[in-house]
């Protein structure tokens, strides 16, 4: 992880949208928490969502992997609709994610919540748990590779064995990161990842999605309020205000959209 | 667990053994201790240890639901009663075998918990606890009204049975290893169960079910199945204890019966192994030590001990002792920068 990755390499070639998201409407009762929200994620990029505080960003998030239900508007993945899939069935598909305010098991050891994040390319059962079945045990180490590997990449080794609960937010950061990487997501959703990272984490954290993208073809998308983290990563930029994309495009583009400048800086908010 | 440390790593060790080689030890000697125990007292207190390990499955069985998929049960009497009727009707109407109405009770309990499991998807925390309530409520005034089947409040007596192929022991004895050897089994059974992936996915929603959910966890199903696997250990536990007493009736099976399984749970330790078998070895004798020290208010002693237990081990007294030791380890261990954060 020491390597710096110049870019934007953006997988030449590559141009097919792997996410494709359309029409997008969530409401709230009165409130319009997404508004016809449209735009693509193309396999090999990392996309960059943002937006001020109640843009929509997590709302959007959690539409994704389906923990709510829009309104209106489709979701596909790979061409493939996904907003008839109940929420385990978005992790097989590759879809992974974290979360904006750490959603790991605290009373797990860190290994433990990387093996859970192995949970959809697995499938031993109740009895074949229960008895040891060869092919359960074979899974078990394979899971257990997996974890090791993934601990190993991201500098958690050494706390493998310790609970989740009580590490400092850093780390659970990279946990949770870890924890999405081990369902083998061909798309990761990052809520937040710089969130509570200081300085020096954030500049690892930039050379570490990149990384991932790069070396793991992982297509990502994120959200996040650090603007010099998201400007620097991403190859796209979409920007929310109020529910609505007000801007879409390079990152150079958007920060230089009026729209989005008044969004952010609040002039002539009427 | 093979390739679980790699070899660079050192093992911490206390007295020149490691601690799963200390594990190994302790369980050799409480085995040693088990079978040596029938042949060294008396046949009620084979009897008592007897019912203790049956307690102690009952409460595993409630431990996998409570302690570790965290969902809530006051009605695994219910479980444990339907377990013990199913092994009674069996033996008394239709005359089939005893060793076969064991299995037979564990299978009837492991639909009906399923099946139970369903609708308390819906249900979290303390509303589960309500509607399990309302189970072991139920569970005797049902057993009432189908008299034909189960004798209503007479109950049904059963005959305990002699010690097969001519071993050298009497009936309390025989059912003492019985009880002993079908522990065993479930408890190794549980052990790899909860050691993998369905168990880590059992505790990923307790911990946190929408995270887990995302990880492709299937809560609803784990939750339903966990519920049926729970209610099999209480009813395979109901089955060994309508033998072992050689009754059922409905009044044994009171709410009682399942405050105490929840009782002996906590205190022996919610998501540990090892705590359901001090929590039947707590429920069955502590009552009755209660007893010893006050004739007049046995249950002003008994709850002033739970208070104590609660307050001394706030992780029951199974979780309590891992965690001594654990810092023993670690207090040998060659500094492993546990709470620090290796940057790279």
């Known amino acids: ?270 | 667990m093979e390739a679980q440390l790699p070899a660079t790593s050192i093992i911490p060790r206390v007295g020149g053994l490691t601690l799963a080689q200390w594990q190994r030890l302790g369980l050799a000697a409480v085995l040693i201790v088990a079978v040596a125990l029938p042949f060294v007292v008396g046949n009620y207190r084979v009897f008592q240890f007897t019912l203790a390990m049956i307690y102690a499955i009952a409460l595993l069985g409630l431990n996998m639901l409570t302690g570790f998929n965290g969902q809530f049960s006051l009605g695994h009497g219910a479980f444990y009663a339907i377990g013990a009727y199913t092994t009674a009707i069996m033996l008394d109407r239709w005359g089939i075998a005893y060793g076969w109405t064991i299995p037979v009770a564990g299978l009837v309990c492991l639909v009906v918990g399923f099946l139970f499991g369903l609708p308390a998807l819906r249900l979290e925390g303390l509303y589960l606890a309500l509607a399990t309530f309302a189970l072991a409520l139920a569970a005797p005034q049902i057993l009432k009204y189908f008299e034909g089947w189960t004798g209503g409040v007479q109950g049904i007596v059963i005959i305990k049975p002699a010690a097969p192929f001519g071993l050298p022991l009497n009936e309390d004895e025989w059912l003492y290893f019985l009880t002993l050897a079908i522990l065993i089994v479930l408890f190794a059974l549980a052990r790899n169960l909860l050691r993998g992936r369905v168990g880590r996915a059992m505790v990923a929603i307790r911990d946190h079910h929408i995270a887990a959910e995302t990880m492709g966890v299937n809560s609803a199903l784990y939750k339903s199945l966990t519920f049926g696997v729970s209610a099999l250990y209480t009813g395979i536990a109901g089955s060994l204890g309508a033998i072992v007493v050689q009754f059922v009736a409905p009044d044994s099976f009171s709410i009682f019966l399942s405050i105490n399984f929840l009782v002996g749970s906590v205190v022996g330790g919610l998501a540990t192994i090892s705590g359901a078998i001090i929590g039947g070895i707590f429920i069955l004798f502590v009552p009755n030590m209660a007893e010893l020290v006050s004739k007049a208010a046995p249950g002003a002693i008994y709850g002033i001990f739970l208070i104590v237990f609660m307050y001394v081990m706030p992780g029951g007294i199974a979780g309590s002792l891992k965690m001594v030791i654990h810092r023993w380890f670690s207090g040998n261990a060659p500094a492993v920068n546990a709470g620090k954060v290796a940057t790279k």
């Open chain 1, 1 to 270: 992880m020491s390597e710096t990755y110049s870019f934007p390499p953006a997988a030449a070639g590559a141009v097919d949208a792997l996410l494709s998201v359309r029409g997008l409407t969530v409401r709230f009762g009165g409130i319009v928490a997404l508004d016809a929200v449209s735009f693509d994620v193309k396999q090999g990029t990392i996309a960059g969502l943002i937006g001020p505080n109640g843009a929509g960003k997590t709302t959007l998030f959690n539409c994704l992997s389906r923990l709510y239900t829009p309104n209106a508007g489709t979701i596909a993945f790979a061409g493939r609709p996904i907003l008839r899939l109940p929420p385990h069935r978005i992790a097989p598909l590759g879809i992974g994610r974290t979360f904006q305010n750490l959603a790991l098991f605290p009373r797990m050891t860190v290994q433990q919540n990387v093996m859970v994040g192995a949970h959809s390319l697995t499938r031993s059962d109740y009895v074949s748990n229960a008895l040891r079945l060869p092919w359960a045990r074979r899974e078990e180490a394979r899971t257990l590779e997996i974890a090791e590997e993934l601990l190993e990449y991201l500098g958690l080794t050494a706390l493998r064995h310790v609970p989740a609960e009580g590490l400092p937010f850093g780390t659970l950061k990279r946990v949770e990161l870890a924890r999405a990487l081990a369902g083998r997501p061909r798309l990761l959703l990052l809520d937040e990842p710089a969130g509570g990272l200081n300085h020096e984490e954030v500049d690892e954290l930039g050379e570490t999605v990149r990384a991932i993208r790069d070396q793991r073809n992982v297509t990502v998308l994120l959200v996040e309020h650090h603007m010099n983290f998201v400007m620097n990563i991403s190859n796209q930029v979409v920007a929310l205000d109020f529910g609505r994309k007000i801007a879409e495009g390079t990152p150079a583009e958007v920060q230089a959209n009026p729209e989005v400048i008044r969004a952010y800086l609040g002039t002539d908010a009427a």
